[in-house]
Nanobody, 124 residues
Framework: QVQLVESGGGSVQAGGSLRLSCVVS????????MGWFRQAPGKEREFVAA????????YYAESVKGRFTISRDNAKNTVYLQMNSLKPEDTAVYYC?????????????????WGQGTQVTVSS
């Protein structure tokens, strides 16, 4: 049974930081590309960041580039999203996802497995 469990969400003031973690079990983590997506109330799910299975290639949405950093630890089956300089518009439920292609992708359709999400709230 594949499980993706996010943690690290919470409430923070604008300008603050949070670090999200996603622990994966039930699959060979090192073979999978990983992504972070988010969905704000009343909005479509959107891509945030992705990382290749090797960890040497990363991709970011323009809205988070320079503020967020995706990383992974294949020994711990964990992917991280370091979020700095948070803005109120970053408020959303954040989801991690695992894609079998291994490459990392901004497309939600590239991912087979999804976590339940963790809430991030940024106040002004």
């Amino acid at each position: 049974q594949v499980q993706l469990v996010e943690s690290g969400g919470g409430s923070v003031q604008a300008g603050g930081s949070l670090r999200l973690s996603c622990v994966v079990s039930g699959l060979r983590f090192s073979n999978y590309g990983m992504g972070w997506f988010r969905q704000a109330p009343g909005k479509e799910r959107e891509f945030v960041a992705a990382i290749r299975w090797t960890g040497d290639s990363t991709y970011y949405a323009e809205s988070v580039k320079g503020r967020f950093t995706i990383s992974r630890d294949n020994a711990k089956n964990t992917v991280y999203l370091q979020m700095n300089s948070l803005k109120p518009e970053d408020t959303a439920v954040y989801y991690c996802a695992a894609g079998p292609s291994g490459l990392g992708s901004p497309l939600g359709t590239a991912y087979r497995y999804w976590g339940q999400g963790t809430q991030v709230t940024v106040s002004s």
